[in-house]
């Protein structure tokens, strides 16, 4: 960046900041120093600081934690685009982590008003419930939860192995062929923040998926529930002329 007497001094010390960052002087989780301290090392007011930091934090680059003090943010261990459709269990093996599962619940039970409308069901139609958390190498990363209309499955069908495109491919016949997404961010969930052994200030990353066989029926809805502080995900955008 090229600076100039015109450039805004909060600038300059956020490209100081992030080159700390880039170059190993301020490590991933590492505590910044009190606001005096840092002001005083980067020759700049509190004031201009605060404004560098805040711009950061809004970056995603740092994270303050009340009453602790302000961190680096660690780097997400798993990334990809979210255009592209993939299992978790292809996501955990491409970082060349061992991916594991801890089956919580699974059976057929009553829908509710979501599974109906998003599955195209009746209302006396039954689902598929799987509950499950997927780990890699053993460190809990995912809660997930999947729904299967039951005319879809025989009755004595049965998650076999992690990946649960697998076996809908094996023991069903059926092939996913697409998913809708939508995806948004909740802050902490008693419950499945405490599944994930995640921190009261991680939010958790939710992706909810309509999956979709080759015939466009919709096959499998799905709410996966993601560690932020290890999973991102992005997009390709490209400009249409």
């Known amino acids: 960046m090229d600076y100039n007497y015109q450039t805004p001094r909060y600038l300059v010390v956020i490209e100081q900041i992030k080159a700390k960052i880039k170059e190993g002087e301020l490590e991933p989780g590492e505590r910044l120093p009190s ?23 809004e970056e995603n680059i740092i994270i303050r934690k009340h009453g602790v003090g302000t961190f680096v943010n660690k780097k997400p261990i798993f990334s990809g685009g979210i255009e592209e459709l993939f299992s978790i269990t292809d996501m955990i093996k491409r970082e060349e982590k061992v991916p594991g599962t801890k089956l ?13 409308s998003e599955l195209e069901m009746n209302q006396n139609e039954k689902v598929m419930l799987v509950k499950r958390v997927r780990t890699a190498n053993q460190d809990p990363l995912v809660y997930c ?7 879809l499955l025989d009755k004595d069908f049965a998650m076999h192995g992690q990946s649960i495109f697998d076996s809908l491919q094996n023991d069903a016949g059926i ?6 997404a939508d ?6 969930h008693e419950e499945i923040s405490n599944i994930l052994k995640c921190e009261p200030d991680i939010p958790l ?24 502080d290890q999973v991102s995900f992005n997009v390709f955008r490209k400009r249409i002329l």
């Open 35 to 57: 606001e005096t301290d840092f002001s005083k090392e980067l020759h700049v007011s509190r004031n201009t600081l605060r404004e560098a930091l805040r711009i950061l934090e």
């Open 104 to 116: 919580l619940f699974t059976g057929f039970v009553d829908p509710h008003g979501d599974d109906i």
């Open 145 to 151: 939860i999947d729904k299967i209309p039951a005319k």
């Open 175 to 180: 092939t996913i062929s697409y998913a809708k």
């Open 183 to 188: 995806i948004k961010t909740i802050g902490y």
């Open 205 to 228: 990353l939710v992706l909810k998926q309509i999956h979709y066989d080759t015939m466009d029926k919709p096959i499998l809805y799905s709410l996966n529930f993601f560690r932020s």
